[in-house]
């Protein structure tokens, strides 16, 4: 398989766009986060609880195989060079520049929230602020932690692929022989079987001990997880039967992928909050369950629908969408903190903050694309190198 992965190129950009509507969910959901809603409630968390287990592990085994059409087109240090060219300057300027307001807005919230903390230790002057937080001596704290700064926040995607990317090289030459290796283990029924088997053994075993902390000194379980998956997508990138068998498998993933996510959301709700161990692990392992079958569902309907859906809008997805990850976060909570205080009805609320984020999203693409020299700051290509390719993408490489 030798042509453009237009179904490749669309799952990227439906994932991206999941997660940038999920991080605008972040903000009216209970689960901690940077900035919270003064209405916040529970009400929307089985929504929001549909692609959170899948959602991210499908962006690394896209990007795994996206770096096997790059990686068997050049050199290992061709390939190295260009993915760090790419990858590197966008995660820079998100720890200098784009993610130092959610840091901030953080900081006045928990003032908020805490009137009598001391104002000397909580610097609100903007000035001040970056100072300590680009020498990390702000040393802001309260009875969860202190805050680390300069910090990736929602970047720890593109630090995680960095760390991929330079592990994949040592063992390139192996991998171009695994898709042999791995048709037995994913024939038949293996393809929901082995996988599952495997991402449930690890959330059983390795999750408790570590959480998930995108901390990537520490974060042992998602390394384990996501560098196997990252891996497993460059092994089968070439390998048509993997796709074939998404396609005829997807009814009945996503049949299982919704049994499972039905029985998760009455797991959460009727559990309580010290369930017993073995129901625990049960659930974690229909967790993983409703994750693999989603993504075979999401490669399988893609493969069979997007395969040969080239045209204008993808075209311009393709480049926008990482501008649009990349930035989108912050907007949100720039957007939702002002917001929260004019007590607009949630149902016009939640709206505008969508579109803000939108419109915020398309601004920063469209002014950065216009701008020669800050294109690879935002992840996209100079527009000499644009022209001597088709459709160049920073996560995922040009799948083709």
């Given at each position: 398989m030798t042509e453009r992965r237009y179904d490749l190129d669309w799952l990227?950009?439906?994932?991206?766009?999941?997660?940038?509507?999920?991080?605008?969910?972040?903000?009216?959901?209970?689960?901690?986060?940077?900035?919270?809603?003064?209405?916040?409630?529970?009400?929307?968390?089985?929504?929001?609880?549909?692609?959170?287990?899948?959602?991210?592990?499908?962006?690394?085994?896209?990007?795994?195989?996206?770096?096997?059409?790059?990686?068997?087109?050049?050199?290992?240090?061709?390939?190295?060079?260009?993915?760090?060219?790419?990858?590197?300057?966008?995660?820079?300027?998100?720890?200098?520049?784009?993610?130092?307001?959610?840091?901030y807005y953080e900081i006045v919230e928990a003032i908020q929230h805490n009137p009598a903390a001391e104002a000397a230790q909580y610097p609100l002057a903007l000035d001040n602020f970056y100072a300590r937080y680009v020498t990390a001596s702000g040393n802001w704290c309260d009875s969860d932690g202190c805050l680390t700064t300069p910090t990736y926040n929602h970047m720890w995607f593109v630090a995680y692929l960095i760390l991929y990317t330079l592990a994949l090289v040592l063992i390139l030459p192996l991998l171009r022989r695994a898709p042999k290796a791995f048709a037995a283990l994913i024939a038949g029924p293996g393809l929901i079987l082995t996988p599952w088997l495997i991402m449930a053994t690890l959330r059983i075993t390795l999750f408790p001990i570590f959480g998930e902390s995108h901390d990537f000194r520490e974060d042992w379980y998602l390394h384990i997880l996501y560098?196997?998956?990252?891996?497993?997508?460059?092994?089968?990138?070439?390998?048509?039967?993997?796709?074939?068998?998404?396609?005829?498998?997807?009814?009945?993933?996503?049949g299982l992928a919704v049994v499972s996510w039905g029985?998760?959301?009455?797991?959460?709700?009727?559990?309580?909050?010290?369930?017993?161990?073995?129901?625990?692990?049960?659930?974690?392992?229909?967790?993983?369950?409703?994750?693999?079958?989603?993504?075979?569902?999401a490669i399988g309907f893609a493969h069979h629908h997007l395969r040969n859906a080239d045209g204008p809008v993808r075209r311009l997805l393709t480049h926008a969408i990482f501008p649009f990850y990349l930035v989108h976060q912050t907007i949100i909570v720039v957007a939702a903190f002002y917001l929260d205080d004019l007590r607009l009805p949630l149902w016009i609320e939640a709206p505008a903050l969508i579109a803000i984020t939108a419109a915020g999203c398309w601004l920063f693409f469209d002014l950065g694309r216009r701008i020669p020299w800050l294109r690879v700051w935002i992840g996209l290509p100079s527009k000499a190198k644009q022209n001597n390719v088709s459709l160049p993408d920073v996560v995922v490489g040009e799948a083709r």
């Open positions: 990227r950009i439906i994932a991206f766009g999941l997660l940038i509507l999920y991080h605008c969910g972040m903000f009216y959901v209970t689960w901690d986060w940077h900035v919270k809603s003064s209405r916040a409630s529970d009400v929307i968390e089985p929504l929001m609880m549909l692609t959170n287990p899948w959602r991210l592990t499908l962006l690394f085994l896209i990007s795994g195989a996206a770096a096997r059409f790059m990686a068997d087109k050049m050199s290992a240090w061709t390939f190295t060079s260009a993915r760090m060219g790419r990858l590197w300057p966008p995660l820079l300027l998100a720890v200098f520049v784009i993610v130092p307001p959610q840091a560098f196997s998956v990252f891996v497993f997508g460059f092994a089968v990138a070439k390998y048509e039967p993997f796709f074939e068998r998404c396609v005829r498998l997807r009814w009945l993933a996503l029985a998760l959301i009455s797991y959460f709700s009727l559990a309580g909050e010290t369930p017993p161990d073995w129901l625990r692990n049960t659930f974690r392992a229909v967790r993983e369950l409703d994750a693999w079958c989603a993504i075979i569902a």
